[in-house]
């Protein structure tokens, strides 16, 4: 399934189904994107990246899509377990040298089903 | 060992007090952030230091003040608290501004 929903977007699957979180971002000129999970209670943690050079990366059961055309990240979690259950961001760097800041979007809640 | 660590991790304190958050990263990292969290999750950076030099305020009001001694430590004081800053804090820091940024575990601020 994929992220719907006009504030907090949420998705709810079942435990073994593949997960589809999408993110549009805002600047064409970002060139490095990065996945966040955050569980209940705690911060955002690093998921997986990839720059504007790669429409595809793949991690241990996570893949991000970019497609720079329509300015549109994806994460791909498959086999969704229980413990994916969390907000996940997607965030894109903006500014330039020292001024490098990363901007986030709105977060999608995963909810997986045992 | 925690890398970036923030304390204290819960804070309810009255209208018009004053506060600070503390934080701490062992990463070796140049660059430290703090961002707000609000009730609907969404994060928004306020600021960034890199080698104890402020590079990024977000339009913070001035009763914000973060303050780095050294690159290791970025602190956050508050004063005259108003009901709207309630929210969670975070720290975080990276190696260098734009790479990838790596946060503490969050100061749950609530003013009554």
Redesign the interface.
């Given at each position: 399934g994929e992220s719907v929903g006009l504030h907090l977007p949420t998705l709810s699957v079942q435990e073994g189904d593949n997960s589809i979180i999408n993110c549009a971002y805002s600047n064409s000129a970002s060139d490095y994107f990065i996945w966040y999970k955050q569980e209940s209670g705690k911060g955002p943690q690093f998921i997986i990246d990839i720059r504007s050079n790669m429409d595809k990366r793949q991690g241990q059961r996570v893949t991000v899509l970019l497609n720079k055309t329509v300015k549109h990240l994806s994460l791909q979690i498959a086999a969704t377990q229980p413990g994916d259950s969390a907000v996940y961001f997607c965030a894109e760097t903006t500014g330039g040298g020292s001024n490098y800041k990363l901007t986030f979007g709105k977060g999608t809640l995963l909810t997986v089903n045992p | 060992d925690t890398a970036?660590s923030q304390t204290p991790k819960y804070l309810v304190t009255q209208m018009g007090n004053d506060k600070s958050i503390k934080c701490e990263q062992n990463l070796g990292h140049d660059?430290m952030?703090w961002y707000k969290q609000d009730s609907?999750?969404?994060?928004?950076?306020m600021f960034?230091y890199?080698n104890k030099e402020l590079?990024?305020n977000e339009t913070v009001p001035n009763r914000f003040s973060p303050k780095s001694p050294d690159k290791a430590h970025l602190n956050l004081h508050i004063n005259s608290l108003e009901l709207g800053d309630s929210a969670v804090y975070?720290c975080?820091s990276s190696q260098v501004?734009?790479a990838?940024?790596?946060?503490?575990?969050?100061s749950w601020l609530t003013v009554v």
């Open positions: - | 970036v660059t952030y609907k999750k969404f994060l928004k950076i960034s890199n590079i990024i975070f975080a501004a734009g990838t940024i790596y946060f503490g575990e969050g």
